[in-house]
C-alpha cells in the first residue's frame, strides 16, 4: 500500500519530490490544513456578502481591467472567463512528470489557506494527482511575473470540464474525463480561477526537476571524471586535503575528498609518473565540479523556499482582516537561481568534453580515438564531436533569460522575470548533460582497458564493469549512437541511487 503525504504537515523537501516523482506517495490533505482553507473561503464569502468596495481579481477585472467593477450575480463567470481566456499556451506538450509536479505543488501552495479556494477545488485536484490525470499544459506562455498564467490556466481547465488530460495511457477531452470518473465540474466561486493561475508552479516544477537531477548528475560527474583521471593516468596529487585546505570553499574541498576516496586502491593511480602535471580538465576538477557544487546548493535554498510558499495574488489574511493585492507571484527570485542553475550544469558538460577530447587524442600511451587498429577503424573520433554539440548549444541555452523584460498588460505588469524560459532552458541542459557524460562514460571505460594489467581502484573497477554489460568494449567501428543511447538510460537508472 502507498504511504500518504499529507500536505502542508510538514516543509516539503527535495526528498518529498523524489518520493513524488516516483510513485511513492498518495496525497491527502492534512486537517489542519483542511481548516484553514475552509476558514479563509468562509472569510473572503463574509467580506463579499458585507461589503462593495473592489478588491483586485476578486470583483474586478484583471491586469490593466483592474479598474472594471464586476457585479455579485457574474463573479463566478469571471473565474471561468479567466482561466478560459488565458489558456492560450503553444509549443511541445510539458513532460507528465513535470505536469505532475506542478499539479503538487500548486495543490501545496493553495492549502496554507491565504488564496481564498474552496476545499472542493483542493480535493479535486488531490483526486487528479492521486489518479495520475495530468492536464495537457504546453511549453510556450509565461513570461513568469503575475505567475506562470497560461501553462497553470492548462492546467485548471479539467476542473471546469474543459482542456484536455493524460490519463492512462490515453487522452481525454476535460468533458470526457469528468464522465469517465463520475466527476462533477468545479463551480468556481470569486478569487479562484484568480488562485489557480497566480502563482510560480510551472517554473517551480520545471526547476525542482532539473535540481534533482542536478545533484545526480553532479555525483556522475565526479564519478565518470575519476574514472577519466585514471584512465588518463593521472596524478593524486592535485586531490590532496592540505590544497583545498587553504582555499576552501564548500564544494571544492568535498569534490577533491570524493574524488580522492573514488580512486582509493587503484593500481594505476599510484604507478610512477613521467608527466608532472595534467590538463585542468583533470587537475581542476575539485575547482571546476566544486563551484558547481557551491551553485546547486544555492538554488536548492531558494527553491526549497519558494516550494513551501504562497504564490499567488491576492492574499488573504484572515486574523489580520486584510486582503492585500502584492507581487508574490514574481518569478524574479526563481529566474536568477534557474539561469545560475543552468550555467552550474553546462560547465560539468563543457569540462567533461574536454576530458572526452584528451583521452581519445592519443596522449599518454592511449591509442588515437582508442581503437587498436586506428585509420580502418574511426574508433570514438566522432562521439567528441556529438558532445562537443551539445556543450555549444548548453553555451547558447545559458543566455540569460531573467536580463530579459518585455511589457505585458498595457503597461500594467511592466516588469516581468522570464522565468519559465529560464526553466524549460534548464531543463535541455539537464537532458543534454546526461548524453555528455555518456559519451565521456563510453570513452573512459574505452581508455581504461588500454591500462592493462593494471587496474583503477575497486569502486571503478565494479562501475566500469557494470556499464560494460550495457556497453561492451568497441573492437572494430560499429553503430555508436546504438551504444550512446544505452549509456545515457544507464546513468539515468544507475543515478537513481544517490540521495538528493
Known amino acids: 500500500m502507498e504511504p500518504t503525504h499529507h500536505i502542508a504537515n510538514k516543509p516539503l523537501t527535495l526528498n518529498d519530490l523524489d518520493h513524488i516523482l516516483r510513485g511513492h506517495s498518495k496525497l491527502a490533505l492534512s486537517e489542519s490544513s483542511r481548516q484553514q482553507i475552509i476558514k479563509c473561503r468562509d472569510y473572503l464569502d463574509q467580506k463579499l456578502a458585507s461589503s462593495t468596495s473592489p478588491i483586485y481579481g476578486i470583483n474586478t477585472g484583471f491586469g490593466s481591467l483592474y479598474n472594471k467593477n464586476i457585479p455579485k450575480d457574474h463573479l463566478e463567470k469571471l473565474q471561468d472567463n479567466l482561466v478560459r481566456s488565458h489558456a492560450c499556451g503553444t509549443g511541445p506538450d510539458v513532460p507528465r512528470e513535470v505536469v505532475l509536479l506542478m499539479l503538487f505543488l500548486k495543490i501545496q501552495s493553495l492549502s496554507y489557506g491565504y488564496s481564498g479556494v474552496q476545499v472542493e477545488t483542493v480535493e479535486r485536484l488531490i483526486d487528479m494527482f492521486n489518479q495520475r490525470v495530468l492536464p495537457r499544459v504546453y511549453e510556450m506562455g509565461s513570461l513568469g511575473a503575475s505567475g506562470d498564467l497560461a501553462p497553470l490556466a492548462h492546467l485548471a481547465l479539467n476542473l471546469i470540464g474543459s482542456g484536455e488530460a493524460h490519463y492512462l495511457g490515453k487522452t481525454y477531452s476535460g468533458e470526457e474525463i469528468l464522465k469517465l470518473l463520475g466527476w462533477e465540474k468545479i463551480h468556481f466561486k470569486a478569487k479562484e480561477g484568480l488562485a489557480l493561475l497566480n502563482g510560480t508552479q510551472f517554473m517551480s516544477a520545471y526547476g525542482s526537476w532539473s535540481l534533482l537531477h542536478a545533484h545526480r548528475l553532479l555525483k556522475l560527474a565526479n564519478l565518470i571524471g575519476a574514472l577519466s583521471l585514471d584512465a588518463f593516468d593521472g596524478r593524486l596529487e592535485p586531490f590532496d586535503p592540505a590544497v583545498h585546505a587553504i582555499r576552501p570553499h564548500a564544494g571544492q574541498v568535498a569534490v577533491a575528498a570524493e574524488i580522492k576516496s573514488l580512486l582509493s586502491g587503484s593500481a594505476i593511480a599510484t604507478q610512477s609518473k613521467k608527466h608532472v602535471q595534467d590538463p585542468y580538465s583533470f587537475r581542476c576538477i575539485p575547482q571546476v565540479h566544486g563551484a558547481s557544487y557551491d551553485a546547486i546548493q544555492f538554488v536548492k535554498h531558494s527553491f526549497l523556499t519558494e516550494i513551501n510558499s504562497v504564490s499567488d495574488n491576492p492574499n488573504i489574511f484572515v486574523d489580520e482582516d486584510k486582503i492585500i493585492s502584492a507581487g508574490n507571484f514574481h518569478g524574479q527570485p526563481l529566474a536568477l537561481p534557474l539561469d545560475f542553475l543552468a550555467i552550474a550544469l553546462a560547465e560539468l558538460g563543457n569540462i567533461s568534453e574536454r576530458r572526452t577530447y584528451q583521452l581519445i587524442s592519443g596522449s599518454r600511451d592511449l591509442p588515437n580515438y582508442l581503437v587498436a587498429n586506428p585509420g580502418i577503424n574511426s574508433?570514438?573520433?566522432?562521439?567528441?564531436?556529438?558532445?562537443?554539440?551539445?556543450?555549444?548549444?548548453?553555451?547558447?541555452?545559458?543566455?540569460?533569460?531573467?536580463?530579459?523584460?518585455?511589457?505585458?498588460?498595457?503597461?500594467?505588469?511592466?516588469?516581468?522575470?522570464?522565468?519559465?524560459?529560464?526553466?524549460?532552458?534548464?531543463?535541455?541542459?539537464?537532458?543534454?548533460?546526461?548524453?555528455?557524460?555518456?559519451?565521456?562514460?563510453?570513452?573512459?571505460?574505452?581508455?581504461?582497458?588500454?591500462?592493462?594489467?593494471?587496474r583503477t581502484s575497486p569502486v571503478l573497477e565494479e562501475f566500469a564493469d557494470t556499464f560494460r554489460q550495457v556497453v561492451p568494449f568497441i573492437e572494430t567501428d560499429r553503430e555508436l549512437h546504438v551504444d550512446i543511447v544505452a549509456a545515457e538510460k544507464f546513468l539515468k537508472e544507475y543515478a537513481l541511487r544517490f540521495s538528493v
Open 379 to 454: 574508433g570514438l573520433m566522432i562521439p567528441q564531436y556529438t558532445a562537443a554539440s551539445l556543450v555549444s548549444q548548453n553555451k547558447q541555452l545559458c543566455t540569460p533569460a531573467s536580463v530579459d523584460s518585455i511589457v505585458s498588460s498595457n503597461g500594467q505588469e511592466d516588469h516581468v522575470s522570464m522565468g519559465a524560459n529560464a526553466a524549460t532552458k534548464v531543463y535541455r541542459i539537464v537532458n543534454n548533460l546526461y548524453s555528455i557524460f555518456a559519451i565521456e562514460l563510453i570513452t573512459a571505460t574505452q581508455a581504461v582497458h588500454f591500462r592493462r594489467p593494471l
